[in-house]
């Protein structure tokens, strides 16, 4: 089973989320549906970008890892910025 790290963006403001989950379509619209606690306050939320992992342990890590390190994060959505 595929695992996605996936990155959300605001409509409303420059704010993003990082998740990770094995139903991607479904989680997307929990987030725009107001389900999901941290960003519901937030919504509506476009999916900006997405990692596909075999596995969930590398998908949790590399969630950690752009959480937890901010450049990492921002090197990302300048990517997604970018292209835009």
Known sequence: MDWFV??????????YYVGSTNRLEERIREHNAGKVFSTKLHCPLDLVYFIRFDKEVSARSY??????????????????????
């Open 63 to 84: 969630e950690r890892k752009v959480k937890n390190m901010r450049k990492e994060k921002e090197r990302i959505i300048r990517i997604i910025e970018n292209s835009i």
């Open 6 to 15: 996936y990155f959300l963006k605001s409509k409303k403001k420059r704010w």
